[in-house]
């Protein structure tokens, strides 16, 4: 376990730092396409192979010891026999209990471990069905469900539109919202893109990521990078369904509503609005529409190969001498 928690540190830390050095170099699709691997890593407790490459390889082997041995004494001489000088018995070889008390340090830290994701896991699940069911509450239907959009409820229980819900997820829009013709037009273009995307099934798959790995505040870091980069991607494809010509009213739109609320880490609604420097980075890339050229599309793909073949794989394994 301790091999996985190393490689998935090391990954983020990678994906955290190609995240800023490919911001607005790089297409939002593309950059939301990255954290894929994070997902991949930190979902799956196993590595898939062996390489001399692996970053588990730095991870110290365990280490078997020898508690006490019998001492060996010399067999007692027979009467016939002519004297000899008798051998000495061989000391008891003591070595420190060190194996018992690593496999008690590591059952204490396994049960902290899984007190500590069942404690968020049921904090992120828990958030959720309360925000649900407050969203539900007095929420009235907008539109019904069609192909390739969820059913558009109005709620006065939320600050911004969102995508809401796993199984039977909805589009959610304020009052403010569904009056005005452009801004209700723009939120529901940018959360039927969030549908579109998978984001809600994302959304679902980050907490139990967090749960995990709750210990590891790169995990924390990434979840919230992905998350602004999902909403980056989201708004490039939603100006794509409304129009080019749509660019410049869109980034209007996010201006015109900023989020007054701070977004728990654990929700799993996408919300349209932003704040701070998220909203300033949305509305720069809108602006500047980056694209990915084609040398830049290879150096991320091979680093991002480099980074998967690293510490996707388990460490090789080493001959040892077994002393009999």
């Not at 928690?5 to 983020?12: E, G, K, P, Q």
């Not at 600050?159 to 039977?168: D, E, H, I, V």
């Amino acid at each position: 376990m301790l091999e996985w928690f190393v490689s998935s540190a090391i990954l983020l830390a990678v994906l955290i730092a190609l995240h800023y050095l490919l911001r607005g170099k790089v297409s939002p699709k593309l950059q939301y396409a990255l954290w894929a691997l994070a997902l991949v890593r930190l979902l799956l407790p196993f590595s898939v192979g062996q390489s001399y490459a692996s970053v588990e390889n730095l991870v110290p082997e365990t280490q078997h010891y020898v508690l006490y041995t019998a001492p060996r004494t010399a067999p007692a001489p027979e009467a016939s026999a002519p004297s000899q000088p008798q051998q000495a018995a061989q000391p008891p070889v003591q070595v420190l209990p060190a194996r018992e008390a690593a496999e008690t340090q590591k059952a204490v830290l396994t049960v902290v471990w899984a007190v500590g994701a069942a404690g968020v896991l049921l904090w992120f699940f828990g958030c959720n069905l309360a925000f649900g069911r407050a969203l539900r509450k007095d929420a009235t239907l907008f539109a019904p469900a069609s192909p390739g959009c969820p059913a558009i409820y109005v709620s006065p229980a939320i600050a911004s539109p969102c995508l809401f819900g796993f199984l039977r997820p909805a589009i959610y829009l304020t009052p403010e919202s569904a009056a005005d013709d452009a801004l209700r037009r723009h939120c529901i273009a940018h959360e039927q893109t969030h549908y579109r995307h998978g984001d809600h099934l994302w959304a679902l798959l980050r907490g139990v990521c967090l749960a995990l790995h709750w210990f590891d505040p790169l995990a924390w870091w990434s979840a919230h990078l992905a998350r602004t980069d999902a909403e980056l991607c989201c708004d490039e494809d939603a100006i794509r369904l409304l129009g080019e010509g749509e660019r410049a009213d869109y980034g209007r739109t996010l201006i015109r509503m900023p989020c007054r609320t701070r977004i728990d880490p654990l929700s799993a609604a996408t919300t349209m609005s932003g704040r701070g420097s998220q909203l300033k980075e949305r509305v720069r890339a809108i602006a500047k529409h980056p694209k990915t050229a084609v040398p830049v599309l290879i150096a991320v793909l091979l680093l991002a190969a480099i980074a998967a073949g690293c510490t996707m794989t388990g460490a090789k394994q080493k001959d040892t001498a077994q002393n009999t």
